[in-house]
């Protein structure tokens, strides 16, 4: 989808459709009252009628409207309340796209922005406007049948806001373009298939990222990972016949003496549990266990494509988690790179094995910050559902920088704790640490496992298990938090 910034007024305009709101009572937004006066109170008489009575993002599409150039209006419904939420103006957006297909409409004039959002001004209502059409536009490439066709709309023209000017405007759209299309890579890496999405697929990912964006990549191969003494990765890796890689990949938009922002994200493309299995029901679910990794690969193509001036380094640790004769056991013990030793007592807590190791070899490159994400517990998933990711920080002012970024954009994620009283559940009496500790507060002992391995830096945690997908009949990828983590980079470098 291409967006335009058209200065024009509405009834000026020539395309598909022009989409202009309607809030409570009638009362209608600037550009529908432009459209009104050009059409003689066309759109009055249609209101008064009562169609577009009901709920918020409720839509009406209108033909032959008299005055105006475009060949249909939409109405959009945006409910009571004055000002709406954030998250509300995100689902007008997305139902205006809906509705907008399903009459095959190709271009169209979106009027939204100057929908009334509590506590958010023009530039952020531009900025989502693009990134929630984008999200409902997206389609799952399908591998094995015919592809679905595309979203209709191609081309979108949005009026210029209240006191901006053309050029802001574009930057801002072009930005969130480029974050819409790192999501669309972290949803597309996710929603692919198991078998095709593999360690070696992820490889391949990124060395072609790198050649097209020009940022450097390196991939360690199994030997190398022995070498380094990479024993935890290694151990998850050892029942699966797809070798396992440790993907760097380094983006430099600042100076060389600039410390860059890591990220780390869990890359384990099927997790069946290993020889602690998992049971057969939604398993299939399992090939989303690398949608860390996938968010990681999203934001790293969105910072390079807006060219920020500020350096970050990707690290993806990918394998399987199988069982095999050659699988690691419950009771086995294994060194992990920082020479601490880990009690393997269940195979199903193996993404914590894979971060470690990565979190250690990151330890290179000094990060100002150290960020690690993963769909890391099911007990997270209980703990916040599908709204917030679990939230983990050893230093205060990165946790709320990180939070204040997914708050922005509504890419939530909700502060957990980290205190000393739940490492106890950790303790082995055969090794430093176990890689379990009992069934309760799961995530945290999760997190205060990785805690044991970033005691120099300045780390957060995001166990985004609950968000980065979507079971049911909504099955798929969600990208998540590629949107936060854009929008995080973007305020650390001044944009
Ligand atoms: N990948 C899973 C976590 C997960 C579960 C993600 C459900 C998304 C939905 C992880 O590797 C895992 O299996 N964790 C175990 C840990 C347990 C054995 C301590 C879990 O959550 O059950
Ligand atoms: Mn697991
Ligand atoms: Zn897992």
């Given at each position: 989808?291409?967006f335009?910034?058209?200065?024009q007024?509405?009834?000026?305009?020539?395309?598909?459709c022009?989409?202009?709101?309607?809030?409570?009572?009638?009362?209608?937004?600037?550009?529908?009252?432009?459209l009104?006066?050009?059409?003689?109170?066309?759109?009055?008489?249609v209101?008064?009628?009562?169609?577009?009575?009901?709920?918020?993002?409720?839509?009406?599409?209108?033909?032959?409207?008299?005055?105006?150039?475009?060949?249909?209006?939409?109405?959009?419904?945006?409910?009571?309340?004055?000002?709406?939420s954030?998250?509300?103006?995100?689902?007008?957006?997305?139902?205006?796209?809906?509705?907008?297909?399903?009459?095959n409409?190709?271009?169209?004039?979106?009027?939204?922005?100057?929908i009334?959002?509590?506590g958010?001004?023009n530039?952020?209502?531009?900025?989502?406007?693009?990134?929630a059409?984008?999200?409902?536009?997206?389609?799952?490439?399908?591998?094995?049948?015919?592809?679905?066709?595309?979203?209709?709309?191609?081309?979108?023209s949005?009026?210029?806001?209240?006191?901006?000017?053309?050029v802001?405007?574009q930057t801002?759209?072009?930005?969130?373009q480029?974050?819409?299309?790192?999501?669309?890579?972290?949803?597309?890496?996710?929603?692919?298939?198991?078998?095709?999405?593999?360690?070696?697929?992820?490889?391949?990912?990124?060395?072609?990222?790198?050649?097209?964006?020009?940022?450097?990549?390196?991939?360690?191969e199994?030997?190398q990972?022995?070498?380094?003494?990479?024993?935890?990765?290694?151990?998850v890796?050892?029942?699966?016949?797809?070798?396992?890689?440790?993907?760097?990949?380094?983006?430099?938009?600042?100076?060389?003496?600039?410390?860059?922002?890591v990220?780390?994200?869990?890359?384990?493309?099927?997790?069946?549990?290993?020889?602690?299995?998992?049971?057969?029901?939604?398993?299939?679910?399992?090939?989303?266990?690398?949608?860390?990794a996938a968010?990681?690969?999203?934001?790293?193509?969105?910072v390079?494509?807006?060219k920020?001036?500020?350096?970050?380094?990707g690290?993806?640790?990918?394998?399987?988690?199988?069982?095999d004769?050659?699988?690691?056991?419950?009771?086995?013990?294994?060194?992990?790179?920082s020479?601490?030793?880990?009690?393997i007592?269940?195979?199903?807590?193996?993404?914590?094995?894979i971060?470690?190791?990565?979190?250690?070899?990151?330890?290179?490159?000094?990060?100002?910050?150290?960020i690690?994400?993963?769909?890391?517990?099911?007990?997270?998933?209980?703990?916040?559902?599908?709204?917030?990711?679990?939230?983990?920080?050893?230093?205060?002012?990165?946790?709320?920088?990180?939070?204040?970024?997914?708050?922005h954009?509504i890419?939530?994620?909700?502060?957990?704790p980290?205190?000393?009283?739940?490492?106890?559940?950790?303790?082995?009496?055969?090794?430093?640490m176990?890689?379990?500790?009992?069934?309760?507060g799961?995530?945290?002992?999760?997190?205060?496992f990785?805690?044991?391995f970033?005691?120099?830096?300045?780390?957060?945690?995001?166990?985004?298990?609950?968000?980065?997908?979507k079971?049911?009949?909504?099955?798929g990828?969600?990208?998540?938090p590629?949107?936060?983590f854009?929008?995080?980079?973007?305020?650390?470098?001044?944009?």
């Amino acid at each position: 989808m291409e967006f335009s910034i058209k200065a024009q007024p509405p009834e000026k305009i020539r395309c598909g459709c022009l989409v202009v709101s309607v809030s409570e009572e009638r009362r209608l937004s600037p550009a529908a009252k432009a459209l009104d006066q050009a059409s003689s109170q066309h759109l009055s008489r249609v209101l008064r009628q009562g169609d577009l009575a009901g709920k918020t993002g409720k839509t009406l599409l209108l033909h032959g409207v008299p005055g105006l150039l475009a060949e249909r209006v939409l109405l959009v419904h945006t409910g009571k309340s004055q000002k709406i939420s954030g998250s509300e103006y995100l689902s007008v957006i997305r139902s205006m796209v809906q509705a907008l297909d399903a009459i095959n409409v190709k271009d169209a004039h979106l009027c939204l922005a100057e929908i009334p959002v509590q506590g958010h001004d023009n530039e952020w209502k531009l900025e989502q406007l693009v990134l929630a059409a984008r999200e409902a536009a997206y389609r799952i490439t399908r591998i094995a049948d015919q592809q679905d066709p595309a979203c209709s709309l191609e081309r979108a023209s949005l009026p210029l806001p209240e006191k901006m000017k053309v050029v802001a405007a574009q930057t801002l759209v072009a930005r969130a373009q480029a974050i819409a299309n790192g999501i669309y890579l972290a949803r597309d890496l996710g929603n692919l298939p198991p078998n095709i999405c593999t360690p070696t697929y992820l490889a391949e990912q990124a060395r072609h990222m790198g050649k097209t964006w020009k940022f450097r990549v390196e991939v360690l191969e199994q030997a190398q990972m022995e070498k380094l003494g990479m024993g935890a990765l290694l151990a998850v890796s050892a029942g699966s016949r797809q070798p396992p890689k440790l993907i760097v990949m380094n983006y430099q938009g600042a100076a060389k003496t600039d410390k860059p922002v890591v990220f780390v994200g869990k890359g384990i493309t099927f997790d069946t549990g290993g020889v602690s299995l998992k049971p057969a029901p939604d398993m299939d679910e399992m090939k989303f266990d690398m949608c860390g990794a996938a968010s990681v690969f999203g934001a790293l193509r969105a910072v390079a494509e807006m060219k920020l001036p500020i350096n970050v380094v990707g690290i993806v640790p990918t394998c399987e988690n199988m069982p095999d004769g050659n699988a690691t056991r419950p009771g086995d013990i294994v060194r992990s790179m920082s020479g601490q030793t880990i009690e393997i007592l269940n195979t199903d807590a193996e993404g914590r094995l894979i971060l470690c190791d990565a979190l250690t070899y990151a330890e290179r490159f000094e990060p100002d910050a150290l960020i690690d994400v993963a769909t890391l517990t099911g007990a997270c998933v209980i703990a916040l559902g599908n709204e917030a990711a679990g939230l983990y920080a050893n230093d205060e002012k990165l946790g709320a920088r990180l939070q204040a970024a997914g708050d922005h954009m509504i890419d939530r994620v909700w502060p957990m704790p980290l205190w000393e009283e739940y490492q106890e559940g950790l303790r082995s009496n055969f090794a430093d640490m176990a890689n379990v500790a009992g069934r309760a507060g799961g995530s945290i002992t999760a997190a205060c496992f990785l805690a044991r391995f970033t005691r120099k830096w300045r780390w957060a945690h995001l166990d985004i298990a609950g968000v980065a997908y979507k079971g049911g009949k909504d099955k798929g990828a969600t990208g998540r938090p590629v949107k936060l983590f854009c929008h995080y980079l973007m305020q650390r470098s001044g944009h």
